[in-house]
């Protein structure tokens, strides 16, 4: 299973790979095409000025106007699916870091939930090591916004009431289900990453 999961993040990752070079070299070309339309305005307005062009010389430059207005616009784009690519990237990297043991290396430990969880009394918050350095939460944690990874914080110290153990056996379903869809499980990590870097709560 390990096998086959680190097999469809490598192959996701040089794909995204792929599409971050695309749209870097779009970028890179979208904005030395803005750079000479500008250069042309500038010119023509140059023109006008001490060079006393024909009148018909404004409408060019409404043209030029016209077509760096859209190149913004473009640029815009090219930049927002070069950010999901990266997004997309950095999960596939995740993926393949916990399948080789090397999530300990993971920034996000969760350190700041221990003194809420120590203050409600969760004696086992120590001894399983829930939060911290190579604890519980850095291992698993896969959020990508504030109001994520404070839910999941949540799940590893709430302690359980009404609707137990069946709330536990459908969030095991979900897992299940949700395992093999990797391509969803992207796209959602992606389009929570590009909320932010630094995990912007939603709310």
Do not use: C
Request: proline content about 3%.
């Amino acid at each position: 299973m390990d096998a086959r999961a680190r097999d469809g993040y490598v192959k996701g990752r040089e794909a995204r790979a792929r599409d971050k070079a695309r749209y870097d070299a779009r970028a890179t070309g979208v904005s030395t095409v803005r750079l000479v339309v500008a250069a042309l305005i500038a010119g023509a307005f140059a023109g006008l000025v001490w060079l006393n062009l024909p009148s018909f010389t404004w409408a060019i430059i409404f043209v030029l106007i016209a077509a760096f207005v859209g190149l913004v616009v473009l640029h815009g784009r090219i930049f927002a699916d070069k950010e999901r690519a990266e997004a997309a990237l950095r999960f596939h990297d995740r993926g393949i870091q916990r399948l080789d043991g090397a999530w300990k290396k993971f920034t996000q430990t969760g350190e700041r939930y221990r003194a809420t969880a120590e203050e409600s009394n969760y004696a086992y918050v120590e001894d399983l090591d829930i939060f911290g350095p190579s604890s519980l939460f850095q291992r698993i944690d896969m959020t990508e916004t504030r109001f994520g990874e404070k839910h999941l914080a949540a799940l590893l110290t709430t302690r359980q009431g009404e609707g137990f153990p069946d709330r536990i056996r459908a969030r095991q379903e979900a897992v299940r289900e949700l395992a093999p869809k990797l391509d969803f499980r992207e796209r959602l990590a992606a389009a929570g990453a590009v909320l932010g870097a630094d995990k912007p709560d939603p709310g």
